[in-house]
């Protein structure tokens, strides 16, 4: 356990396998938990997916990309006590796990809300890509739905300027916010026992309003995919290069800056370089891009890290 001291304690915890079946997150107050921090690369991380603690339940999941799944398992995540399943966009490094998830749906009995944006000719809505996963007729996985639970989607259209309410419960309150990602693409703010975590999502930077949106936040998890190398517009277009990923903290006076989706290519991959996790060097040089920018804490995310809030969320 090695803290990291700013305004509150930022505890990181790496998971070893042999005490995987140990309760290991959120114990006390509020956590994030990574459950991936890979991209849509073949590595030896999880692709997207971060949970979300509170005094020891699993209160909110983010994303379910390949791995995340067995993240969750070795997390103990628990599906019946989800209050919400936001997902960011419909790319498969970010949703691909979500039928393995839901297949656990006869452990839970209330319907479980689900958040995602709206669709475009790229993509489906999330309702529809809901029944077209889930449906009572001609659906890839109709026994999901049989077994348990109904899911209660929400969709929130992408490109509405303002923030959107999805969620509010004494408990927990999200508000999602569209992002440039290609698709359509939300950024989720969070805010539970007086900590707030905003999960930036894909996205190249380009939107104004989300500096306003993270505004102060306690955490702010960005995805750092590319390098400084990147100059490609099929990559700029979709993500931010390491520079606009720490002016964005910055000017949002977010508290604690959390490093994720990094991608990690093969050498022979094209464009390999530009990629922000292409090598050891590529990876600091990223991260120092980013802190030549911002001056707050920053980790850089690892699978089944566990990020803290201590007292300071009670």
Not at 73 to 87: F, W
Not at 290 to 298: K, L
Request: aromatic share 6%; proline share 6%.
């Amino acid at each position: 356990m090695r803290p990291l001291r700013f305004a509150f304690c930022l505890v990181m915890v790496l998971v070893p396998a042999a005490t995987a079946g140990a309760q290991t997150c959120g114990a006390k107050g509020v956590a994030l938990q990574i459950l991936g921090s890979g991209g849509p690369l073949p590595s030896a991380s999880a692709s997207t997916g971060y949970l979300v603690w509170r005094d020891g339940r699993s209160v909110a999941l983010v994303d379910a990309g390949g791995g995340a799944f067995h993240s969750f398992g070795r997390a103990q995540g628990k599906l019946e006590q989800l209050e919400l399943v936001a997902l960011s966009h419909l790319h498969p490094d970010h949703v691909s796990d979500l039928p393995a998830l839901l297949w656990l749906s006869d452990y839970r009995r209330e319907p479980l809300p689900i958040v995602g944006p709206s669709g475009n000719t790229l993509a489906p809505a999330l309702d529809v890509f809901l029944e077209r996963l889930f449906g009572e007729k001609d659906s890839a996985f109709p026994l999901v739905r049989a077994r348990g639970t109904t899911l209660r989607s929400t969709v929130v259209d992408a490109s509405r300027v303002e923030p959107t309410t999805v969620h509010a419960s004494e408990a927990l309150q999200v508000t999602a916010l569209g992002v440039p990602h290609g698709v359509p693409a939300l950024a989720y703010r969070m805010t539970l026992g007086g900590i707030t975590i905003v999960f930036g999502g894909d996205q190249n930077g380009t939107n104004p309003a989300f500096v306003e949106f993270a505004k102060g936040a306690d955490l702010l998890v960005s995805h750092l995919s590319l390098s400084m190398r990147a100059k490609e517009p099929q990559l700029t277009s979709l993500h931010a290069t390491p520079d606009v990923v720490g002016q964005m903290a910055a000017k949002a006076g977010v508290r604690g800056l959390a490093l994720s989706h990094i991608i990690e290519p093969r050498r022979e991959e094209p464009l390999a370089g530009s990629f922000s996790g292409f090598d050891a060097d590529t990876v600091r040089a990223s991260v120092a891009e980013v802190r030549r920018h911002y001056g707050g804490a920053i980790v850089v995310a690892q699978d089944l890290q566990c990020l803290g809030f201590g007292d300071a969320a009670r």
